[in-house]
T-cell receptor, first 114, second 111 residues
Framework: DTEVTQTPKHLVMGMTNKKSLKCEQH?????MYWYKQKAKKPPELMFV???????INESVPSRFSPECPNSSLLNLHLHALQPEDSALYLC?????????????FGNGTRLTVT | GIQVEQSPPDLILQEGANSTLRCNFS?????LQWFHQNPWGQLINLFY???GTKQNGRLSATTVATERYSLLYISSSQTTDSGVYFC?????????????FGAGTRLAVHP
């Protein structure tokens, strides 16, 4: 799946830095997702946006701040992260949150916090 | 919440061999997807298969929703099939709608 584009591919940041991950899709999907994946583990849901409104927050720490500027874009703002936040961050989109709405994933951003 | 169990956890094959991966889930679901995550971390859609059988080249999948399992068949495996295969399910009703992943089957295909 390459219809969901994530930038950057790799990111190294210090614990005092502020950075953002970006995700874009042009499939007309109205639901977008952030997942976090640690090594040798399955992806874990962080946030869901449906029609540009936050619909699910899986009790994610406030140092992760999602933003959905429009139906095609999804950002994840990062601030004061910890080394244990190092992981692969995956963005996904789907037509909606109902049936017949498979998720399509981007290639991910591999984040290292030093 | 729904539990998703995949088996086997690890699988080693010689190139050309066939294999079957299994996904069991604990409750009725509306959506079921199979993904392949390659060694570079890319998570690739293989099948969207809440019920029935689908085929795509050397891969096919069958979901028996009434018995709460799905199978992924890989025939004539190639080294490029290596990686982790995830089953993920979603239940729309119950006030909580999210895609839940199994722990995955880690496949290594040797030449």
């Amino acid at each position: 799946d390459t219809e969901v584009t994530q930038t950057p591919k790799h990111l190294v940041m210090g614990m005092t830095n502020k950075k953002s991950l970006k995700c874009e899709q042009h499939m007309g999907h109205r639901a977008m997702y952030w997942y976090k994946q640690k090594a040798k583990k399955p992806p874990e849901l962080m946030f869901v946006y449906s029609y540009e409104k936050l619909s699910i927050n899986e009790s994610v720490p406030s140092r992760f701040s999602p933003e959905c500027p429009n139906s095609s874009l999804l950002n994840l703002h990062l601030h004061a992260l910890q080394p244990e936040d190092s992981a692969l961050y995956l963005c996904a989109s789907s037509q909606g949150q109902g049936e017949n709405s498979p998720l399509h994933f981007g290639n991910g951003t591999r984040l290292t916090v030093t | 919440g729904i539990q998703v169990e995949q088996s086997p956890p690890d699988l080693i094959l010689q190139e050309g061999a066939n294999s079957t991966l299994r996904c069991n889930f604990s409750d009725s679901v509306n959506n079921l997807q199979w993904f392949h995550q390659n060694p570079w971390g890319q998570l690739i859609n293989l099948f969207y298969i809440p019920s029935g059988t689908k085929q795509n080249g050397r891969l096919s999948a069958t979901t028996v929703a009434t018995e709460r399992y799905s199978l992924l068949y890989i025939s004539s495996s190639q080294t490029t099939d290596s990686g982790v295969y995830f089953c993920a399910v979603r239940r729309i009703s119950g006030g909580y709608n999210k895609l839940i992943f199994g722990a995955g089957t880690r496949l290594a295909v040797h030449p």
